[in-house]
């Protein structure tokens, strides 16, 4: 029989399929075909995009010409723009304000023809380093409260117009709902136990060990126990904290090794799906209110990664249940990575 389990840190309900019936050969889904056309994000192009807000390049580069590894570029046909006034306003009962915040895209490789999963570990590192330096830029906007980093891989994650390989970022003017729920749930957890939500959750799959996908000295990955998509996955860092940006050399480089292995995995155990990949940060800390009071003891940051095999129907939009019908614990054992990475 399927399961309901309700996921702790969303209070969200997922379906469960039970027992062995699929396995990953079951699933048919379109691999990433790069398009070979022209391409803004390519070394020698750099022309061809807005000029670079951040860049890891070779000393003897010029700024905005070859010669990078890791190159940030405000995205030119932005959902949100630094510039002008929030204008909160109301329109009968409805609250607007102006598309205030910042789009940008990290290009990951000057190679068109590599995947993050493809990369050398300093590469990924690079990447890192890149999201880093842009949070923390970000952070000093007074408009800012939220920066949101993700990746879409393939064509059924949403990655049909850019086929380079790219990261998003966009920094918006409010907390999304969906970070705002974990963070309620985080801080009453807290309030009520005095202890790290995260913490306890991964300190159990650490020993019961039956989700547990991989980890080294710094992070563990492992199958979420209320998993809405098939060969989901979840990256925390073993060590308590709230804020992405303040990880420290060593930290950056197991993230690195750790993001390479599940993506590679992926790629070789599943047949590479299409996926979303996620950061999932503490907000921007300024004084409002009270609600952010213990967030740097309660909340723990994660990254997700979500392989998209059949698309999300009318079921799921209309309950906000997921039906997934790859239970973790089976996930867990296609997705292993066997000893420490
Ligand atoms: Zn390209
Ligand atoms: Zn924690």
């Known amino acids: 029989m399927s399961q309901m389990r309700k996921d702790i840190f969303t209070d969200r309900w997922v379906i469960v399929a039970d027992g062995d019936g699929l396995q990953p050969t079951d699933f048919h889904f379109k691999k990433f075909a790069k398009e070979t056309g022209f391409c803004p994000f390519c070394e020698s192009n750099e ?25 940030v570029v405000p995205n030119s046909r932005p959902r949100l723009r630094v510039e002008g006034p929030l204008g909160r306003r109301a329109e009968a009962l409805h609250d607007l304000m102006n598309g205030v915040g910042a789009h940008e895209i990290i290009a990951e490789t000057p190679r068109h023809d590599r995947s993050l999963h493809e990369l050398e570990i300093e590469e990924i ?6 999201y880093i330096a842009r949070i923390l830029d970000l ?31 966009v920094a918006l003017p409010v907390t999304p709902r969906a970070v705002k729920t974990k963070l309620m749930i985080a801080r009453d957890y807290f309030a009520l136990k005095e202890r790290c939500i995260y913490c306890d959750v991964l300190q159990q799959e650490l020993k019961g060990r039956k989700r547990l996908i991989g980890e080294n ?16 996955m979840a990256v925390l860092p073993k060590f308590h904290s709230s804020a992405f940006s303040r990880i420290g050399a060593t930290q950056i480089e197991n993230l690195a090794r750790i993001l390479r292995n599940l993506l590679q995995k992926l790629d070789q155990t599943i047949g590479g ?43 799921e939009w209309a309950s906000g249940f997921f039906y997934n019908p790859v239970s973790p614990e089976l996930a867990a054992r296609h997705l292993s990575l066997g000893l420490p990475v």
């Open 47 to 71: 022309a061809a995009t807005p000029p670079e807000v951040f860049v890891i390049r070779n000393p003897d580069s010029s700024p905005n010409g070859p010669g990078w590894s890791v190159r």
């Open 125 to 130: 590192s690079n990447v890192i380093r890149a």
């Open 139 to 169: 952070e000093g906007d007074q408009h800012v409260r939220y920066v949101l980093i993700f990746k879409n891989h393939g064509e059924g994650a949403g990655a049909h117009t850019i086929s380079h390989s790219i990261s998003q970022l």
């Open 217 to 232: 000295d710094d992070f563990v990955a492992f199958a979420p126990f209320a998993s809405r998509f098939p060969f989901e």
């Open 273 to 315: 799906p299409p996926y979303n990949l996620s950061l999932h940060d503490r907000p921007v800390l300024r004084p409002r209110g009270n609600y952010l009071n213990t967030i740097e003891e309660d909340f723990h940051w994660h990254i997700e990664i979500l392989p998209q095999m059949f698309r999300v129907t009318g079921f």
